[in-house]
């Protein structure tokens, strides 16, 4: 929402308040609870979702991100579980959190092998699989992965400077080409 976080929030709540048992909405206002260090909300938020969508593929993926970096059996069984169901035309988040999850795992040989098929089908990424590709290049400590990934995204702007704020990228934060993607993709007078 251009940067406007609590104006986002708001908008969420009272689109939950409209329609409770929206799915998307549970987990687009659990996103915004991961970026400010709220994780366990946004997980009970992703809890929330597939009670409403048992075979939500993108629920269990973002759940998988969203937890402690010290839940790793957790991240790792709702990856597999996102990539179980997700549909075969669409594999892209799932794969790409089954990865994340495999390098938090140790299991570097099949997540980098998992995240080059992932990062190969796709040449200008829609902005929630960027997202999720360029999250499992910054968990594997892949500075230059991460930000071609994330030059790739289309469209670029406010969302992707959101995306950018997200706790996974603190590891390359300070790279002076993620500082240039966040400074050109600043919507203007964003929240803090």
């Not at 892949?142 to 590891?171: H, N």
């Amino acid at each position: 929402m251009g940067g406007r976080d609590s104006s986002a929030e708001a908008m969420y709540r009272r689109a939950l308040a409209l329609e409770p048992e929206r799915p998307i909405t549970l987990v687009t206002l659990g996103f915004s609870r991961h970026l400010h260090g709220r994780d366990r909300e946004a997980r009970e938020l992703c809890d929330s979702a597939i009670a409403l969508v048992p075979d939500a593929a993108w629920a269990y993926a973002r759940r998988s991100l969203w937890r402690p970096r010290s839940d790793i059996a957790g991240a790792l069984s709702d990856a597999q579980t996102a990539a179980r169901l997700a549909p075969a035309d669409y594999p892209i988040e799932a794969e790409a959190a089954l990865a994340a999850a495999e390098f938090r795992n140790g299991d570097t040989t099949s997540a980098r092998a998992r995240l080059a098929r992932v990062a190969g089908t796709f040449t200008t990424g829609g902005s929630q699989g960027t997202y999720f590709v360029s999250i499992a290049f910054a968990i594997a400590g892949d500075a230059d992965g991460a930000i071609a990934t994330l030059k790739r995204m289309m469209p670029q702007g406010a969302f992707q400077w959101r995306i950018m704020r997200d706790p996974w990228f603190d590891g390359i934060r300070d790279d002076p080409r993620f500082r240039a993607l966040v400074e050109a993709s600043r919507p203007p007078n964003p929240e803090h």
